[in-house]
């Protein structure tokens, strides 16, 4: 399953499901996307189909491998990554290092298992009011799911997971 990246940063007010499924269609990406983020329906944990949770390994744009599995991000020591897989966006750009991101940090407004946080996840991520906050990561602790609280008026990283593995009928 991907991890993507969206193309620019945003505040705490997005459609990011929005988001995450449209720059995959124009980036020619088959598959379904879903933000890496608990809303007022789901917790972050239960996007990625049941079926696929624990067989297949959660990689980057280009395949490299970021995590084992789904189910390995929630074991509550905030999804710990390789700092040197790179993390793309759809158009192809390393989040980690370019400058479109100053702030190299991702929302995703859960806890380390991947529950949602009422309080802290920007009125499901409909508001970017500096006085609304949201649980945030920021990426130079190795982690996805690190618990910093930010004003939701800040500019961060949005993560896309593809939530459902279809086999490439070409392939």
């Given at each position: 399953?991907?991890?993507?990246?969206?193309?620019?940063?945003?505040?705490?007010?997005?459609?990011?499901?929005?988001?995450?499924f449209q720059q995959a269609q124009l980036s020619g990406l088959t598959s379904t996307y879903r933000a890496f983020l608990s809303?007022?329906?789901?917790?972050?944990?239960?996007?990625?189909?049941?079926?696929?949770?624990?067989?297949?390994?959660?990689?980057?744009?280009?395949?490299?491998?970021?995590?084992?599995?789904?189910?390995?991000?929630?074991?509550?020591?905030?999804?710990?990554?390789?700092?040197?897989?790179?993390?793309?966006?759809?158009?192809?750009?390393?989040?980690?290092?370019?400058?479109?991101?100053?702030?190299?940090?991702?929302?995703?407004?859960?806890?380390?298992?991947?529950?949602?946080?009422?309080?802290?996840?920007?009125?499901?991520?409909?508001?970017?009011?500096?006085?609304?906050?949201?649980?945030?990561?920021?990426?130079?602790?190795?982690?996805?799911?690190?618990?910093?609280?930010?004003?939701?008026?800040?500019?961060?990283?949005?993560?896309?997971?593809?939530?459902?593995?279809?086999?490439?009928?070409?392939?």
């Amino acid at each position: 399953l991907h991890l993507v990246a969206l193309n620019l940063p945003f505040s705490g007010d997005m459609r990011a499901d929005f988001q995450c499924f449209q720059q995959a269609q124009l980036s020619g990406l088959t598959s379904t996307y879903r933000a890496f983020l608990s809303s007022h329906l789901q917790d972050l944990a239960t996007v990625v189909r049941k079926t696929d949770r624990h067989h297949l390994p959660i990689v980057n744009l280009k395949g490299e491998i970021l995590f084992s599995n789904w189910e390995s991000l929630f074991d509550g020591n905030g999804g710990r990554f390789n700092t040197h897989v790179p993390i793309y966006s759809f158009d192809g750009r390393n989040v980690l290092t370019d400058p479109s991101w100053p702030q190299k940090v991702i929302w995703h407004g859960s806890t380390a298992h991947g529950i949602r946080l009422v309080s802290n996840y920007c009125e499901a991520w409909h508001t970017a009011d500096t006085g609304a906050m949201g649980q945030a990561s920021p990426l130079k602790t190795g982690k996805l799911l690190d618990q910093k609280v930010y004003s939701c008026s800040n500019q961060f990283i949005v993560l896309c997971i593809e939530n459902s593995f279809v086999s490439d009928p070409q392939g």
